[in-house]
């Protein structure tokens, strides 16, 4: 079984949790958490630029910018280890493996542009350093990449899932860019953002190592239910940590969201607990460019009513439905490990 988790209470730092002010806390549990696999990371990283057949001088510059600034690679961690749960270690491992990061980085570096973002896990994003035109080119160049590793497969299934992936990807952005600065925003069009924008790729990853192992549909499609679980409650995880946590923590400027017009679950709770008045100058606040006196006084009302907190909690429920999925397996180490890395990330929040 894995170990028992609980829902964050406004009162944890009093009852003597560690605060999100301690990054390093934070980074350690999730190293640990990233041990069983940190051999095949490892070599990931060492192989991942040979998988990039960059002709040009600007390409070969922006991949190694973007695919050497370090990171998790929460979404490679979790494909090794839905791996090792299956027991796969065939030739495709560390092509599929690229694959779920080059997939994640070339939606990062089209992201960057949309956004205008400068900064990155604390590093120059590559937009500011080659321009947009050169970010968005190697980003198609990465993306097209993945697809030739996928098609190497020779499993249409595997395909399908990163094709979709990326589809909605693209129309989760689309979806965000729709919706900036909406005083109204709802629920469930949030919750749709964060399902195609960042579920839908951690679904992929788990699924596809199932469907490289082989197994009977039932074991991938609750490899993919996992994975779909786990995207969902680490970002809403992002989402909380951006009114509370730490820009070393975040890996990019906190209290970022709002001035880039994105209303996040710990604002949209706003709706449900604050006054009249109080949601009537939200509204107000959210009509055009948010600047920072702004910000500080929605992350004010985001404090006094505990939403980040709150919102942590709603990840806290899909990290369980996660777990319902991963315990139709038996028990095992590797399956420990997957219980163990989902937990961590949840609790990059204490």
Known sequence: MSPSIHPLRSNSKAAG?????TPDFAKAMIEQALAPVTADLSELSQRIMSYVPAKTRSARAVSAHVLGSGGKRIRPALFFLSCRLLDYSGEHLYPIAAVTEFVHTA???????????????????????YGDATSVLVGDLIYSTASELMAATGNMEIVRTFARAIRLMSD?????????????MDESIYLRILEYKT??????ACKSAGLLAGVPRDRWEALGRFGHEVGMAFQLIDDALDYTGSAELVGKSTLSDLPEGKVTLPVIMLKDVATTQEQERL??????QVDASATREV????DKYNTAERTVERAHGYTMR?????????PSTARGHLENLANKLLFRFT
């Open 299 to 302: 992350a004010g009302l985001v």
């Open 199 to 204: 579920a839908t790729l951690i679904e992929a």
């Open 172 to 184: 989760g952005e689309l979806l965000q860019l729709e919706n900036l600065f909406n005083p109204l």
């Open 283 to 288: 509204a107000e606040l959210l009509r055009g």
């Open 17 to 21: 949790q560690t605060s999100v002010d």
């Open 322 to 330: 996660a777990m319902e999925a991963l315990h139709s397996f038996p």
């Open 107 to 129: 939606s990062l570096l089209h992201d960057d542009v949309v956004d205008s973002s400068s900064l990155r896990r604390g590093k120059p994003t590559a937009n500011s350093i």
